[in-house]
């Protein structure tokens, strides 16, 4: 069983090219989320989904996009990367709003 | 606004124990977690208060209070191993995580 995975493990990207990060959890969690972690910064909140089929944005949603078409997947791209979104990225998922959150590895990111 | 407010960066020695403090204001509150996360690994669970007190979890231990908006975590009998950063992250009124940028705990020899 593993948990949360999440591909790539790491990449670099041109900027201006099209990105799109996987996460797969096999926990049966309703909920998922993805964050991304810079240096000297908490994690910050970009898009999450309560259940299959529903996504809202957080703190940080724009240059993203999400879907969440069954309970197990939950992939963000990048239509057209940045620089700044230079980051490591961590999917994670929990049963319900109020459970901890289970993080998959991370996925580094770099945009040159 | 919503912040969270944790000491950047704390040193103990191995056996010792150590308590690093969190103050959170938050739009509403449904508890309250901690996570440790090693360099270059993922977060992982370690305590979740929702009422006040004390929680203790074998070396560890956790403790809120929701009226001073004040929690923290407790290091017993410090290892080697719990060298690594801890993230204090309460739970607002959107069931969000709100995540501070951590504490890097030191443990010297």
């Known amino acids: 069983i593993a948990g949360i995975t999440q591909a790539p493990t790491s990449q670099i990207l041109a900027a201006g090219r099209r990105m799109t990060l996987r996460c797969t959890q096999d926990?049966?969690?309703?909920?998922m989320y993805w964050y991304r972690q810079d240096l000297g910064l908490g994690l910050r909140l970009i898009h999450y989904s309560n259940t299959a089929g529903t996504t809202g944005k957080g703190e940080v949603p724009d240059g993203y996009s999400v879907s969440r078409a069954n309970t197990d997947d939950f992939p963000l791209t990048l239509a057209s990367a940045v620089p700044s979104q230079t980051s490591v990225y961590f999917c994670a998922s929990s049963d319900t709003g109020y459970n901890e959150q289970f993080f998959g590895p991370g996925t580094r990111l770099t945009v040159l | 606004g919503q912040n969270i407010d944790q000491p950047t960066e704390m040193t103990a020695t191995e056996g010792a124990i150590v308590q690093i403090n969190c103050t959170y204001q938050?739009?509403?509150?449904?508890?309250l977690f901690w996570y440790q996360q090693h360099a270059g690994e993922a977060p992982t669970f370690l305590s979740y208060n929702v009422l006040d007190g004390l929680e203790e979890k074998g070396r560890f231990s956790s403790f809120l209070s929701r009226s001073k908006g004040y929690s923290y975590l407790l290091l017993k009998e410090l290892q080697m191993k719990d060298s690594a950063s801890y993230l204090c992250a309460p739970l607002d009124s959107n069931y969000q995580l709100i995540w501070g940028a951590g504490t890097k705990l030191i443990i010297k020899p």
């Open positions: 926990m049966r969690h309703n909920a």
């Open positions: 938050t739009s509403g509150f449904n508890g």
